[in-house]
């Protein structure tokens, strides 16, 4: 089953491990954990303990020395790589018909990486196992890539996808995406941009955390089509930009030059002053052109000011029809993504106007769990006010213009990022079933609770909603509050419980427990 659904079946492995100790299951289990946690040397020893304690020959070997080989790649150790890979391919006769499917993909695509010799591609054991086929057609494609064949890459890629989407395996679904789109990027830059924006929306349905190379390529499309999605994208990389690698630091750079900020003026610099100058003949053009005065034209472009405020920027973008360029210097650049976020906002107000009260409160709270940052709106008077007004949309857009931040809101309640409304589809899921007078309830237990007690519950709903329609074939066990809980959302018990396990620390289990006691 870890292999079927990879990361997905967190649930199970996070379960079976409170449960069973001191084996070597318990072991491999470990292992398979650390490794998705990002503890790549942890894992590395826990495979190389089972090693030492498995029997020559059995199973839990080369599943250990499958992991071994698996995570000694992500730590780019060459050296180990290929000792643990020889060894399997040296008792490949000798592994079980039955796990060879969980570790032969390993194997061939490390293979193909290393651009060593591997075993055949293909058996019909493997293709009965979408796991292990998704996994092999991905590294079969990325071979093709290397090789030039960019149109038997794309048909694989699509097998992967369709493939993966099916079981569902996300990990192999998104990777199969990102690839695509990457490759595809100078070729067809809107086809990519399409199927980057589909990435992205998978990634926040069924993950927490974010894979940069997601960020890094759509990133680049947008550059390469300088789409105004670019600012949505901004704002995503600096919620991440505590977690990015430092080889992702050039994302960060640029989205802080792009997204704007709440402040009134900028500093004047010579970069800015040449730039004005530059958009007219002369002086006096540029006052009339504007409605500047020419002698505070003059002042910004002699640098005799040290300060330009927004509005003026915000004139002189829009008098001369600039479009959105990174290579404009930083504050015409925010001045324009603050144009455009303007122009977004008000459409979204325009769209919930249309919505009943009762429909907008919904889709305020789906949006609210599903934010990244939400500095302002986390503070309880904030909430409930905002929530409040949603009565008179004409007082919810007065209190929400105010800030960056509650603009961005109100534009992800209607027109989000696709990352956003992955994380959207999923709370919708988790709460469909409950009506009006269960809403009002929730919201008004929701809004009593702490911030962190809010985003655990936050997450807890969209790992509900990413489980649906998914069944495992272990009996998930949990305390009563989550049974309860379950009841009050109108949803089947084991799909609360997956939510549930999804939390590693024990601790934090217990702390969800007693929120959800609030709930009876």
């Not at 505590?242 to 900020?261: C, D, K, N």
């Not at 609770?449 to 495992?472: A, Q, V």
């Amino acid at each position: 089953m870890l292999n079927t659904y990879g990361v997905f079946a967190k649930p199970v492995l996070n379960y079976v491990l409170s449960t069973r100790k001191r084996s070597l299951l318990e072991t491999y289990l470990r292992t398979v954990s650390l490794f998705w946690k990002g503890r790549k040397e942890k894992a590395l020893e826990a495979a190389l303990r089972g090693l030492r304690k498995s029997r020559e020959g059995s199973y839990y070997k080369y599943l250990f020395l499958s992991q071994a080989l698996a995570v000694s790649n992500a730590l780019n150790d060459l050296e180990a790589v290929e000792n643990f890979r020889s060894e399997l391919l040296k008792n490949f006769h000798k592994i079980s018909p039955a796990i060879r499917p969980y570790i032969m993909p390993n194997v061939i695509n490390v293979s193909i990486l290393k651009n060593a010799s591997r075993p055949r591609y293909w058996s019909e054991m493997y293709g009965k196992d979408r796991t292990a086929l998704v996994f092999m057609l991905l590294a079969i494609a990325r071979e093709a890539v290397r090789n030039g064949d960019l149109s038997s890459a794309v048909t694989l890629y699509k097998n992967v996808y369709r493939t993966a989407s099916a079981i569902p395996h996300p990990s192999a679904l998104i990777a199969s995406l990102n690839d695509m789109a990457w490759y595809l990027r100078e070729r067809h830059a809107f086809l990519s941009k399409k199927i980057i924006d589909c990435a992205l929306f998978q990634a926040g349905f069924y993950r927490e955390s974010i894979q940069p190379y997601l960020l890094d390529t759509l990133f680049e499309v947008e550059k390469l089509l300088m789409t105004d999605d670019l600012i949505k994208t901004s704002r995503i990389i600096l919620a991440y930009r505590h977690v990015l690698h430092p080889r992702y630091s050039h994302l960060v750079t640029s989205a802080q030059r792009l997204l704007p900020e709440d402040g009134k003026v900028y500093s004047n610099s010579k970069e800015l002053s040449v730039y004005l100058k530059s958009l007219a003949p002369t002086t006096t053009e540029f006052s009339q052109k504007t409605g500047i005065a020419r002698d505070n034209a003059a002042r910004i472009f002699k640098l005799k000011t040290r300060i330009v405020r927004s509005e003026t920027l915000s004139r002189i973008v829009e008098t001369f029809s600039l479009p959105l360029k990174l290579s404009m210097p930083e504050p015409l650049l925010k001045e324009k993504a603050r144009i455009i976020l303007q122009k977004w906002f008000e459409r979204s107000i325009e769209e919930l106007s249309r919505l009943s009260f009762e429909e907008r409160q919904r889709v305020f709270l789906t949006t609210y769990i599903s934010q990244l940052e939400r500095d302002y709106l986390s503070r309880k008077d904030s909430f409930r006010r905002a929530f409040n007004l949603l009565v008179d949309i004409a007082s919810f857009r007065d209190f929400m213009s105010e800030r960056l931040e509650t603009k961005f809101f109100v534009i992800d309640m209607t027109k989000a990022h696709a990352l956003i409304k992955g994380r959207k589809i999923a709370v919708e899921k988790a709460l469909e079933n409950i009506g009006r007078k269960k809403t009002q309830q929730f919201v008004k237990i929701y809004a009593q609770l702490k911030e962190s007690n809010k985003r655990l519950l936050d997450r807890f709903l969209r790992n509900i909603g990413r489980y649906r329609g998914i069944s495992f074939p272990v009996r998930l066990k949990g305390p009563e509050e989550v049974r309860e809980f379950s009841n009050f959302l109108e949803l089947p018990v084991q799909l609360v419980l997956a939510a549930y396990w999804c939390e590693d620390d024990g601790r934090v289990r217990r702390t969800l427990s007693g929120i959800l006691k609030l709930f009876r």
